[in-house]
């Protein structure tokens, strides 16, 4: 009897254990540091001509994924009210009463700390301190002084999240340069649709606890503008990395283009029915796919393998032209 009630009691402590773990990994909003790393992945592909180096790959992704979950976790902390207020975001654990704001506290610092180490030692200094800006300028500009004041917010703020590009090409080259420029411009330019079409989703949240997100500020129409304007300069500028730039071939320029005219046809459709949410999801839904197959793009297209594909069909194609005009 003694030794059931003693190994009950283990099992309890463990899922306790299990339990508290489950909430410090939510504090870090693991769902979207996939799509973060996606893009650190596609800068470090780009920037070493698709032979990246395993362990560099692997410490970026680390020290990437330990600075986004520490600026999440700030994030989960200075929002509690409103996240409180929020239908979406009640049951986080800080809110739920779960975890304790200082204990968040504690664990973004040592969150942050591992990551500025791990990228300063194994990949190098500028990478490191362009993962710390990221989580300064997520809480300190989008966060504190941006999300509750202007409906502008996730347009400068969106800068946090293009980031991580710059951070994947400079583990690997030790600088910064054009192509990097240009996909931190590209998920810059992508925020505004990606997040503008869940706002008009989850409109009514946000108007709740008084955040002015454009839909909430300006309505449904002017949103849906905003999103086609920032559509139509996002498509050609990653069609940029082709040319002039020459940073990706033709097989990225392919899938760009594909890519893109879906996220437009999409835009338009939105455009023509601003209150159709069922319309904003699928953009929203679709923005989400749009980034990861396009840095998929920028990594296959950078691989030996395929340059060898790609002179060798130019080849053939050639060959067959002056085939047909002798
Ligand atoms: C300031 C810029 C951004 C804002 C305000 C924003 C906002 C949001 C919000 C509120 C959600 C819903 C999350 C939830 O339901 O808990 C979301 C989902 C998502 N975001 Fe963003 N986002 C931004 C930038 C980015 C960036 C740069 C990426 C990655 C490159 C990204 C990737 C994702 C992904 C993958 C999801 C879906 C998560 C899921 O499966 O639930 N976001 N975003
Ligand atoms: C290099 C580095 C560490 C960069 C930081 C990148 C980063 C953490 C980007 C997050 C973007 C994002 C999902 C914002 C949502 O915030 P929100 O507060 O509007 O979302 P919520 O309403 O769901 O809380």
Redesign the pocket.
Known sequence: MQEMMVGADVSRKHQNFLQVIHSYYQLT?P??I???L??TAAGMWMASDGRVDPFLLLVTLTGGTLAAASAQTLNCIYDRDIDYAME??RRRPIPSGRVQSSHALLFAIVLGCLSFTLLALCANLLSALLAMSGIVF?MLI?THLLKRHTAQ??VI??A???I?ALVGWAAVTGSLSWPAWLLFAI?FV??PP??WA??LMIRDDYAKVGIPMLPVVAGEVATTRQIWIYTLIMVPMTLLLVYPLGASGVVYGIIAAILGSVFIKKAWALLQEPENKQLARSL?KFS?LY?MLLCTGIVIDSLPKTHQLTAFVAEHIQTLISAIAF
């Open positions: 909003k769902r979207i996939p799509l973060l996606i893009t979406r975001t997520y989008y917010n996730i703020g969106g946090a999240g293009a991580p998920v992508w925020t990606h997040f869940l706002a929203f989400i980034m």
